[in-house]
Every structure is written in C-alpha cells, then in structure tokens.
C-alpha cells in the first residue's frame, strides 16, 4: 500500500504499518523520521559518518524486527528510549572493534587509551536526548514550514527563533500586529500538535 510522502502521519500510524513487511513506503518513512537523532547520537560518540551511518540503519532495522515480533512494549518504555537502548548497544560494538585495533597497534602509537573520556550513563542519556529532541523539532519544523503560508511561518521564525519583536514582524511582513499574534499563535499551535505526534506510539 503505497503512502503520500508528503502526508504527515504521527508515530504510531507509522509502527502500525510497519507491521506490514511488504509496504516500503512506511519502511522509508518510518526511516527517514528516526534515522537523524541517532547518527547524531553515533557521530557524538565518536564514530566517523559512514559508522554512524550503519549504526543508524541497523538500529533501524533490529527495532522493526523486534516490532514485527510483538517485542516492543510501549508499557516498559517509550520508543526513544527502545531506540536509544539498541543504538547505545551498536555503537558501543564498533567502538569495540576500534579498541581491539588500537590495542592490537605498538604500544606508544595511540598514548591515548580508546575509553579515556568516556562519560558515565547519565551523560550518554543526555546526549541522546539531546539529539532526539534536536531531530524532532527539525522534523516538525519543515512540516510546519510545508503547512503554512511563507509570511505565516516567517512571523514565527522572527518572533520565536530569532527572538524579534512583533514591531519588526509588522514592519518587514507589512502585516497587523494581530495578524502576527494569530500567525504566531497558528504555527505555535501546529507545532505542538506535531511533536505530540511524534512521539505518540501505540
């Protein structure tokens, strides 16, 4: 069954489909949604590009794999934190094979040790929020951008993102001031529910 790429559909409509090992429309989706926040995630661990790159899709790939089989439980954790639990697992493995190369080099070759500086859970925790959240609203940004009139989301973007006053929005938009609040308030609106659908899972 093939789906408008255009057309947003919130997290748990996308797993709901994902259900369906033939439909690569919601493959595809259901990819291009999660892959951002852990190649990021990877990168900031310290992997090159092409690794975060694989640990991306074979995150990916062992979620829907798992989903298939009925081993995601939404009652023991949300899908962040599923996807962050398999990615922390695939990136610690090729840091593995990296730390066997090191140690396998002539001692005084690498004086830095391959673990030295690695922070604690917590800190591992925080970046992966970071990028999740970071990814999200990106995400929920451009299909707000897609939504809206251009000067609608430009209202937003000088008032929200770049902190402007509403006196600038009128000036350079040639909108009224409450023209700018119901444009503000629109896109402000439609952002939340976006994020809300982001990460609603079944």
């Known amino acids: ?3 408008d790429p255009a057309e947003w559909v919130t997290t748990s409509a ?4 994902l259900a369906d090992f033939d439909d690569t429309a919601t493959w595809n989706a259901f990819a291009d949604r999660f892959r951002a926040p852990i190649q990021r995630f990877a990168q900031g661990r310290g992997l090159c590009e092409s690794d975060a790159e694989d640990v991306a899709q074979e995150t990916l790939m062992d979620f829907a794999r798992a989903y298939r089989d009925a081993g ?5 954790g949300r ?12 990136v610690e493995q090729v840091r593995r094979k990296g730390e066997r190369a090191v140690a396998e080099q002539p001692v005084g070759e690498h004086p830095t040790a391959f673990w030295a500086g690695v922070e604690g859970d917590a ?3 925080q970046d992966w929020d970071e990028a999740w959240e970071r990814a999200r609203l990106e995400r929920c940004l451009r299909e707000v951008r897609r939504e809206v009139q ?7 973007e000088m008032l929200v993102l770049e902190q402007r006053t509403v ?3 009128v000036k350079e ?5 409450n023209a700018v609040y119901v444009a503000k308030h629109r896109v402000l609106g439609r952002l939340r529910d976006l994020i809300a659908g982001y990460d609603e899972t079944p």
């Open 1 to 3: 069954m093939d789906h």
């Open 14 to 17: 996308v797993l709901r489909r």
């Open 72 to 76: 995601y439980d939404r009652g023991k």
């Open 79 to 90: 899908l962040s934190s599923w996807l962050f639990g398999i990615a922390w697992r695939r």
């Open 123 to 125: 800190a591992v925790t």
């Open 150 to 156: 251009p000067s609608t989301f430009r209202v937003f």
């Open 167 to 169: 006196e600038d929005a």
């Open 173 to 177: 938009l040639g909108l009224s001031r």
